[in-house]
């Protein structure tokens, strides 16, 4: 028992410090956020696959708030339920809640000053980036086939010429890939939901899950 005991404050301790490391090394919000994530959960400490970490940033991004903060929760959650979850959030938002107030309190005093605007100039072309990279990880593992990637594409021109809520544009997509999954079930095809399935030739549970 205290054995167990002692392993889950270690537990805590390491999602605690781990995100408490994340949270002021990164610039420009939670998605320039993904890539060192994903780099510290899954490669670093190798708590769980990419696949899974894609999964969790995907609901993170459908979920109200920070896409930062709501995948630290649910990484601490998966790795030691609410105390993890806790842990894991305060980790993340404390350092970064610190620095804020101090660089508030510098920004009001130099903003007009030339060289804090270069360096926010130059901030802002390494956020870019960040996404970037971000975006190119969960596409290898979310865009898998040819109804994936459709969803995508037609997702991205939506937000591009008709300014939609991306609330509604989330709620298009579930049932989006609800139709897709329904329709090839109908018709028999194979129905993969995520990139390995392909080579296993499919999946025919009847509980689908489809992230887009």
């Known amino acids: 028992m205290r054995t167990e005991f002692i392993g889950k404050l270690i537990i805590l301790r390491d999602l605690f410090w781990t995100f408490f490391k994340i949270g002021p090394s990164t610039f420009g919000g939670g998605y320039a956020m993904i890539s060192t994530i994903e780099h510290e959960v899954v490669e670093k400490r190798q708590w769980m696959g990419a696949r899974e970490i ?28 609410i105390p993890g979850a806790v842990a894991a959030v305060l980790g993340i938002t404390l350092p970064t809640f610190l620095i804020l ?12 000053e030339p060289k804090m605007i270069s360096a926010f100039k130059g901030i802002n072309g ?18 898998f086939d ?14 591009l010429f008709t300014g939609l ?11 989006a890939g609800n139709i897709i999954m329904g329709v090839k079930k109908a018709l028999g095809l194979p129905l993969a939901t995520e990139k390995d399935s392909l080579t296993r030739g499919g999946s025919s ?3 689908i899950e489809y992230y887009i």
């Open 54 to 81: 894609s999964d969790i940033f995907s609901i993170a991004g459908s979920a109200p708030g920070g896409v930062g903060v709501n995948s630290s929760a649910f990484i601490g959650y998966r790795l030691g339920k």
């Open 205 to 207: 549970a009847e509980f």
């Open 126 to 143: 390494a956020v870019i980036g960040l996404i970037a990279v971000a975006a190119y990880r969960m596409g290898r593992t979310s865009l």
């Open 165 to 175: 809520n991306p609330i509604f544009l989330i709620l298009i997509g579930l049932a």
């Open 101 to 112: 107030i101090g660089l508030s309190a510098g920004y009001a005093l130099l903003q007009n």
């Open 146 to 159: 040819l109804s994936t990637k459709l969803v995508t594409i037609a997702s991205l021109l939506l937000l």
